[in-house]
């Protein structure tokens, strides 16, 4: 993990040459992931892309499903469901709060 206690996880700091010599790519390969849905760093007024250190993360996710064989394809929809179970865990701890804080007996996180 590259957050190493930034003010803002999402803030796009490094420009796309730095963001590949973290993630240990090319930067060929981040306008590929960009171009594929992968990833989506934002963007300076004039245009330059810049990668948050949660971009960073994300990047060595890929790397890491990469290595296990997935394609962008699988990798798209991996990283799809993590979001949606992410999003569902939130859901689940918010309405647990509003039952007044219900146990949690899933064995999952949350």
Do not use: K
């Not at 803002?8 to 992931?33: C, K, M, N, W």
């Not at 039952?99 to 007996?105: C, K, S």
């Amino acid at each position: 993990m590259v957050s190493p206690g930034w003010a803002d996880a999402d803030r796009g700091l490094f420009s796309i040459s730095v963001a590949a010599e973290l993630a240990g790519l090319h930067p060929q390969t981040l306008r590929i992931y960009e171009r594929e849905g992968l990833i989506d760093p934002a963007r300076s007024a004039g245009g330059t892309r810049r990668y948050s250190s949660r971009d960073i993360d994300r990047l060595a996710e890929i790397c890491a499903l990469t290595a296990d064989g997935l394609n962008l394809a699988g990798i798209r929809r991996v990283l799809l469901m993590q979001e949606e179970t992410r999003q569902l865990h939130a859901e689940l701890a918010r309405l647990r709060e509003l039952l007044g804080g219900a146990p949690d007996n899933s064995g999952g996180p949350g």
